[in-house]
């Protein structure tokens, strides 16, 4: 019975005349549209890391002016007698850490700016120059000369305020090294940093 109806079916409409005021669609079906995931913002410590970098480069440039000017305070200083002037601080020690605060602050300057753009170059520079000035201004404090005079802490002990400032320089120079490298690479710890 079924057979006899789509036969029947089958024979209508291949019996049945073609309408020549018909319209007929052409051309091929498109594709299934792809679905592309939205990126994900890149996580906004980035930014952070490479504003505040930007921020202590300005400072570090900020205070090297003090440096600069401790070294007319000290000229003012040395006309109030030989006895001031021998407990000063030499000129060039002020001079030189004042350079150094001007050169790494301009660097800071440029890798914070590339690490909020999300350069990870800008990492990379910042560190070195973590790691170069801290070894400048540590190779500046070790060969300073401290004013001479009885600077022990203690008689006899040989333990004076020359070898205690110098020590604790250098202690605080590695503590303030490894924290700021620790800071500048933050961004490398999210998943969505957005470096390049």
């Not at 792809?34 to 504003?51: A, D, N, Q, R, S």
């Not at 407990?87 to 890798?111: D, H």
Request: aromatic fraction near 12%; charged fraction near 10%.
């Amino acid at each position: 019975m079924n057979s006899i109806i789509s036969l029947e079916f089958f024979i209508f409409f291949m019996v049945m005349p073609v309408d020549p005021n018909a319209v007929f669609l052409t051309g091929s079906t498109s594709p299934a549209p792809v679905i592309v995931p939205l990126e994900e913002e890149p996580h906004v410590i980035t930014k952070i890391i490479g504003i505040s970098v930007m921020c202590i480069g300005g400072m570090q440039m900020v205070g090297s002016l003090f440096s600069f000017g401790t070294i007319g305070l000290n000229s003012w200083l040395s006309t109030m007698g030989p006895e001031v002037e021998e407990s000063l601080l030499p000129s060039w020690y002020y001079a030189s850490t004042g350079l150094i605060a001007i050169v790494v602050g301009a660097i800071f300057l440029y890798s914070g700016y590339q690490i909020q753009t999300y350069q990870k170059k800008g990492i990379w520079i910042t560190l070195g120059a973590i790691l170069l000035s801290n070894i400048a201004n540590l190779g500046i404090n070790l060969s300073v000369e401290f004013p001479q005079g009885d600077t022990e802490v203690f008689p006899g002990t040989g333990i004076d305020v020359q070898l205690i400032s110098q020590g604790s320089v250098a202690i605080g120079s590695i503590c303030g090294m490894v924290f700021c490298g620790i800071f500048t690479i933050l961004p490398l710890f999210f998943v969505n940093n957005g470096l390049r």
